[in-house]
């Protein structure tokens, strides 16, 4: 009873992750998800209208063009005048200041108080002009702005940009002012820039205040379209005038959405059951086709982040309108997939997302048609992952695929080559090199979330690795064993359907233990055999450490758990038999310890650890074979494997009678090849 209530308690908190899985996505989908789909169509200038007939449901204005407004409003601008507060305390202390300067310092530099006189009424004509800064001089000038607005006592005159001065003109003017009388040698001498500043101050506030009157004045509409007027139906060219009218459809459809809370929860609650009866068909399809994914947390989270992460990028560039989704690689979903799970659940996800992602498109259904022909030729032509250059072959038939059906249904709505926008391809061509990016992104996924890929596996059974070197130095016979023995058991998981490149990796890693004491086990023995001064019980001890040790030393290197999951299964709960008998032998009616002779387990759980455990077992025992007949190798393979079925070493692994036969088949049929005897060679007679 107790077993039971934990398992009812496991089973509890996997359904509240599971939930807690559903509701963060459907969430956060719906969440970036545009909210402007009232208005969905999508057209072009000049290119026929896709759609049936489209009538207007309300009244609204017809929006000039947005080139004309930007025209016509520059236009406006071009004759208007900015304000400026003039400041006339500043012409008053610069006078002060120049008067009181001469009686202190200016008399021994000018010829006469005259100069003075000169001076101060060329300063006061300059600042009632008015002084304004060099750097808004330049900025109007650049924006062609004539005049500007000079306030003077709650006054706002008009006053031509030309008699305005900077500090450098207004410097300059006081010098040339008058040459004849005045000698610009002296004036020089004056430090005139002590008494030049600006006194003409931008207004922001009213200048701006003064543009929006203007503008509101501004008529933004040609034309009005009342409602159950036609705008325009199916085959219609899209000129300019109906190019413009729906595009103020458009504006106003927008509008009303903003204003209408109703159509908006209406909208938001359509959104929330689109998207969650596709994430639920998801979560259906794991468990009743792929269950062992579905109660796997890492595989789930795999599957409804990479959903989560394409959704979120469509809606990104549709939001702000940056750039055409097609630069999206969606084909990089289902490789992803396929390379940590299988084609079957790559596909199904990868039609889900695009799915899901369509409802932000205005052009679903040809988004629909090449996202999934691009995503099978992805699945397709990546079988499995084990060298860059399939990425490549990847991303050329992508790009082929896209073109082609591209180019077919612009063929069947066009009908004229001349009409293909072959400007999209630019876009295909950036999708497929972003797709190149599959390759480093996987290493981050099998971080993250603890898969092994095939990429990895094949890196690990490199021979030259450290670890594996390091091996066949040690424990050269064990090294030997687990080369045959990798070989036969990736031959016999081709022949079945299991997964081969994994199964040779665990195989060439399922004895690294026996480096912590490798002469206790035979096939690195030379002549002495140190279980002879050992009891059974120490003897069986330290060849179960094998699988201890392994455990350790793989952890230590940072194998997988995949291939550790090796490691620990391939002698399952079996007993050190030779031991063991040997034991029973000696002590006759006694009961052994079972744990002192038995491994730790557990037993195999995946096809392919049991492929390795029935490998393992043949290749070690096929080296005892006194002669190597057909009937010798034949009986040997039947008579290990069945005992290990009826021992019930493969009950919780998925493997069939049929498999099992099958891999018998192959191992008869690889171990007379490796055996096989040669014919001897006649002596020449003399």
């Not at 807690?20 to 996505?25: A, K, Y």
């Not at 003075?116 to 009632?128: G, K, N, Q, W």
């Not at 809370?261 to 959104?271: A, E």
């Not at 009986?635 to 494997?641: A, F, H, M, P, T």
Request: aromatic letters at 12%.
């Amino acid at each position: 009873m107790e077993h039971l209530n934990q398992k009812m308690k496991f089973s509890w908190k996997d359904f509240l992750y599971k939930a807690l899985i559903f509701t963060v996505t459907v969430s956060v989908i719906i969440y970036f998800l545009p909210r402007d789909s009232k208005f969905n169509y999508q057209f072009d200038l000049n290119r026929p209208w896709r759609y049936g007939q489209l009538i207007a449901t309300f009244d609204f204005p017809i929006y000039k063009a947005d080139n004309i407004i930007k025209q016509e409003q520059d236009s406006m601008l071009a004759h208007f005048q900015p304000y400026y507060r003039l400041d006339k305390q500043v012409a008053k202390n610069a006078v002060q200041r120049l008067q009181a300067n001469y009686q202190t310092k200016l008399k021994d530099v000018l010829p006469s108080p005259a100069y003075v006189t000169h001076i101060s009424r060329v300063l006061e004509d300059v600042f009632a002009a008015g002084v304004i800064p060099s750097e808004d001089r330049a900025r109007m000038a650049g924006d062609s702005v004539s005049a500007i607005m000079v306030v003077n006592d709650n006054v706002a005159t008009s006053r031509d940009l030309s008699r305005v001065f900077t500090i450098k003109e207004a410097y300059t003017h006081i010098l040339m002012a008058d040459t004849t009388r005045f000698n610009p040698v002296y004036l020089q001498q004056c430090d005139l820039n002590e008494y030049l500043q600006t006194n003409l101050t931008y207004e922001e506030e009213r200048t701006n205040r003064a543009k929006e009157d203007m503008l509101a004045n501004y008529s933004w509409a040609v034309g009005m379209v009342v409602s159950g007027q036609k705008i325009v139906d199916r085959g219609d060219i899209v000129d300019q005038h109906i190019y413009n009218i729906l595009e103020s459809y458009k504006k106003e459809s927008a509008k009303r959405m903003e204003v209408d809370n109703q159509q908006n929860l209406l909208l938001l609650v359509g959104q929330i059951l689109y998207v969650s009866l596709f994430v639920l068909a998801l979560f259906l399809y794991l468990e009743l086709y792929r269950p062992n994914y579905y109660n796997e947390r890492s595989a789930i989270s795999l599957l409804f982040s990479v959903v989560v992460f394409f959704c979120l990028a469509t809606s990104f560039l549709v939001n702000r309108n940056l750039m055409t989704v097609y630069i999206i690689p969606y084909a990089m979903l289902p490789i992803i997939i396929r390379v940590f799970l299988d084609a079957r659940t790559a596909v199904f996800t990868h039609v889900i997302t695009i799915f899901i992602c369509s409802i932000c498109l205005h052009y679903p259904h040809e988004f629909i048609l090449l996202q999934f022909a691009a995503g099978l030729a992805g699945v397709f032509s990546l079988s499995e992952l084990s060298k860059r250059s399939q990425l490549f072959r990847s991303a050329f038939f992508v790009l082929l695929v896209y073109a082609l059906l591209h180019a077919v249904l612009e063929l069947i709505s066009e009908g004229d080559i001349a009409k293909i926008n072959f400007h999209i391809y630019v876009h295909f061509a950036i999708n497929c090199i972003l797709l190149l990016f599959t390759y480093p992104l996987l290493f981050l996924l099998e971080k993250t979330f603890r898969f092994t890929s095939n990429v990895t596996l094949v890196e690990l059974s490199d021979i030259n690795n450290r670890l594996l070197r390091q091996m066949s130095e040690m424990v050269p016979g064990t090294f030997q064993h687990s080369m045959q023995v990798s070989n036969l058991a990736a031959e016999a998981a081709n022949r079945v359907g299991a997964n081969s490149q994994l199964v040779r990796t665990g195989a060439l890693y399922h004895d690294i233990g026996k480096m912590e004491n490798p002469v206790f086990f035979t096939e690195n023995q030379s002549g002495v055999n140190p279980h002879e001064k050992l009891s059974y019980e120490q003897s069986a001890q330290i060849v179960i450490s094998h699988v201890t040790e392994g455990l350790k030393l793989a952890e230590k290197v940072g194998l997988p758990a995949v291939i550790t999951d090796f490691i620990r299964t391939h002698h399952g709960l079996g007993k050190t038999k030779y031991f063991y008998i040997s034991w029973m032998n000696g002590h006759p009616g006694e009961t052994p310890d079972e744990s002192t002779f038995s491994y730790p387990g557990p037993n195999p759980f995946t096809k392919e650890q049991a492929i390795l455990m029935m490998a393992d077992s043949v290749e070690a025992a096929s080296r005892s074979l006194p002669v190597y007949t057909e009937e010798s190798i034949g009986g040997l393979v039947d008579r290990i494997i069945d005992a290990q079925v009826s021992e019930g070493f493969f009950r919780e692994c998925p493997i069939t009678f049929k498999d099992i036969a099958i891999i018998k088949s192959v191992f008869k049929e690889k171990l007379r090849t490796m055996f096989h005897t040669r014919i001897s060679y006649p002596e020449q007679r003399k």
